[in-house]
């Protein structure tokens, strides 16, 4: 591939996963909108899930971006510095390319397809907070109702 398509393929990893983050960053301050309805024994585990793909997600982000691509630019300009030819400057800036491709994880096929699959999971995750107010008259509303109602708590029936 050309050094095009390695730049294609390293932004469009990177910008998928920011994606990813700002919609779990989206569903966590859903969430935390929801603590005020006393609801947090019914939606605890949903916080927790929350916290936890958006560590994991933003954990990921950091890493590519810090441990990996930083560190390989830095190494670059100094293998540019001390260059003296054409050749020298194609061959540290496809190094460059290659190692963080391969330390992005985007050369082991396996692994991109299970990267991709929790990205996935963690976008399906986000949508939630759009699905619980769809229907705000039904569900939401009439658990806040009755935990107004009563000082016992939302009544909840299965």
Known sequence: PTALS?????FRHLFHVKMVEHQISM???????????SLGSVFTPLFLLSQKTLHFVQNLLFFMMIEVI???????LTA????KTVDDVIACHSQFLDLSLKECLLTEPQLLKL?????????????????LKIQP?????SLVADDLSTSRGPALSY
């Not at 540019?80 to 260059?83: G, Y």
């Not at 990267?115 to 699905?131: D, N, T």
Request: charged letters at 20%; glycine letters at 0%.
């Open 137 to 141: 008259d039904t569900v939401l509303t």
């Open 80 to 83: 540019l510095a001390q260059a």
């Open 115 to 131: 990267l991709y699959r929790v990205m996935a999971l963690c976008s399906l995750f986000s949508e939630l907070p759009k699905k």
């Open 6 to 10: 390695k730049y294609q393929l390293l």
């Open 27 to 37: 569903t966590w301050v859903s969430f935390q909108s929801m603590k005020e309805y």
């Open 70 to 76: 930083e560190p390989r630019w830095q190494t670059m």
